[in-house]
DNA sequence: CAGATAATTCTGTAAATTCAGAAATTGATA
DNA sequence: TATCAATTTCTGAATTTACAGAATTATCTG
């Protein structure tokens, strides 16, 4: 493949594999990653085999992660029964795909199961009161959390680019704040 | 110890302790967190080894990793030789100072990387435009993130709080909108 | 300063994760 | 419906990571 012997790109993909190992992702989701949103064209799984170095088995499960993650998907080529690969190339898309299911995954059960927590303690009268005060306050803390990103995300990406360029400067437009910097 | 003897404190502490490994913390430290989140007073390092069924070992390296983070404070207790340990006990404030971390330790690095190599793609005439326009992109995607981060933390928590409870209602005041919801 | 206790670092082992190859399945074509 | 390519699933091996215990270093007390 002759993206891949470009040392640029190889950097880039060994870096984001390793940044994947820190982020709760293995090591080849990344780096297919990687490999697939440098791509120009769609790529086949034969061909991330080949240019990555990894087993065809490993190549399947890393796309199928990718694809529930709702990052990669898979597009037909005219003339070319295999399936072939690509990647969001939004990036801001990108990010907001990866938040939302690692919310549903992670997130969501926390916030489930200190509800729950929180429900039983609040009703028993022979747990400390501190331990009932810190899980009220992690599940009141996550919750709300968790219902601000359900609001910000319904907003038009146009929007949530505006409010990021704005930065610390969105406090002025705040009501009740005197406008300075 | 007296409070891991709540069922529910036990369970908030595996659960917890499940999370880190999805977070890239590993299962102890996240544990020696919640604990010590848990706990109404300060905590030695022996006590934790009898909650938890740790190594004194782990225990002491995990105590080390939370206090980089700043999560995690070590605090003397009159009469008794042996150091103690206090979770931060402001959520927002445990947030912020994990997230200063992780970016300082993963985020700034790979910013990094990326101007090396987008610096170096737009000097080379062989390298393929596509390749060129996607470091360059992740490039400017993660800087301008970054920058938005920086600026953001140096609001006052009450503004990020309010920021926060306004969700998607932020989108109202900002210029050139037209106050609906 | 000697003895004791606490804390950290080092090292071998156990556990968990990742991954390659084999086997099984799917699905397209003739 | 038989065949062949493509893809996925399963399983054992290899690598990586987490951890317990031993050894070392630091700190406190009398």
Redesign the pocket.
């Known amino acids: 493949m002759t993206l891949l012997d470009h040392p640029d790109a190889k950097a880039f993909i060994l870096h984001w594999g390793e940044m994947g ?1 820190h982020w709760g992702v ?4 990344a780096q297919v990653h990687a490999l697939l949103y440098l791509s120009e064209k769609p790529v ?3 061909a991330i085999v080949e240019a990555l ?6 190549v ?2 890393a ?2 992660e990718l694809q529930t993650y709702a990052i990669v998907r898979r597009v037909h080529v005219e003339g070319d ?3 072939h690969f690509v990647a969001e190339g939004d990036l801001w898309e990108m990010l907001m795909r990866i938040v939302a299911e690692r919310k549903r995954r992670e997130i969501d059960p926390t916030i489930a199961l200190l509800a729950e927590l929180a429900d039983r303690l609040r009703s028993d009268d022979t747990a400390p009161a501190h331990l009932r005060d810190r899980v009220v306050r992690m599940h009141e803390f996550l919750s709300t959390l968790g219902g601000w990103y359900e609001q910000v995300r319904t907003l038009p990406k146009s929007t949530l680019v505006t409010l990021m360029k704005l930065g610390s400067k969105v406090a002025r437009f705040l009501p009740g704040s005197k406008a300075k910097d």
Request: positive net charge; glycine residues 4%; without cysteine.
């Open positions: 190992t293995n090591r080849s989701v086949d799984a034969e170095g990894l087993a065809r088995s490993n399947s499960t796309l199928k029964r295999r399936d």
